[in-house]
């Protein structure tokens, strides 16, 4: 069994008033604190989905420098990301997806997460104040044909793939702020020293 991390930074950041991923938390960018979580919690092949507008501004002094996976077509969503990922990549089995604007998220989270996978299901989705987080989901390589017919759909919701695949969902405790994303520049939370 194989895990790639696939980091997901193709989004427009419009709410956040520019581009958020390379906003630095802790004295890196955002996206390398998802980089660094999948690599210190046990995920040692990962890469980076984005689009040919951003590609041009991801570090080159990244240790490791970590590849990237360029979708044809902008700010079409997560689940044309992932469905780029699984094209591209295709002898790995499971595609363990985060994204670029979750600065904390912690190895542990991840490293619970791919010691959860098994093949009796198709997706492993975590769960948090009775919400689903499908951004931060392990997804089996078989899940494409059926991405690959709700895009051609045009149907983007992570939720409608979740509906059609057998998938077990983790519970993760409410405090976790693994999950919070930075949507806006008041989203950092107060007792923050940013």
Same mark, same amino acid.
């Given at each position: ?8 930074a ?13 906003? &630095?938390?802790?004295?890196?960018? =955002?996206?390398?604190?998802?980089? #660094?979580?999948?690599?210190q919690?046990?995920v ?20 490791? +420098? ?5 979708? @044809? &077509? ?12 699984? #094209?591209? %990549? ?10 670029? /604007?979750?600065p904390?998220?912690? !190895? *542990? ?12 299901f /198709?997706? =492993?989705?975590? +769960?948090?104040?009775?919400?689903? @987080? ?9 899940? %494409? !044909?059926?991405?690959? $017919?709700?895009?051609? @759909? ?5 939720k $409608?793939?979740?509906?059609?695949? &057998?998938?077990?969902f983790?519970? =993760? ?6 999950f ?6 008041? *989203? ?6 940013i």
């Open positions: 069994m194989n895990i790639t991390g696939i980091v997901l193709g989004g427009k950041s419009s709410r956040y008033g520019k581009q958020k991923i390379f906003e &630095s938390y802790q004295g890196i960018p =955002f996206y390398s604190h998802s980089v #660094q979580a999948f690599i919690g046990g040692s092949s990962v890469y980076i989905v984005t689009n040919k507008e951003l590609s041009v501004s991801f570090s080159t002094n990244d240790s490791p +420098v970590i590849p990237l996976i360029i979708e @044809q &077509s902008k700010h079409e969503g997560p689940l044309n990301a992932l469905a780029a990922a699984m #094209q591209t %990549l295709k002898k790995t089995d499971w595609f363990f997806i985060l994204p670029a /604007d979750v904390f998220i912690q !190895p *542990d989270f991840v490293h619970k997460m791919i010691s959860t996978v098994t093949e009796e /198709d997706a =492993f989705i975590p +769960v948090t104040r009775k919400k689903q @987080q499908p951004l931060h989901g392990v997804y089996h390589c078989s899940s %494409l !044909p059926i991405i690959e $017919q709700l895009l051609y @759909q045009n149907e983007k919701s992570m $409608q793939l979740i509906e059609k695949l &057998s998938v077990y983790l519970s =993760f405790s409410s405090e976790c702020l693994d919070t994303n930075i949507n806006h520049k008041e *989203d950092w939370p107060s007792s923050l020293d």
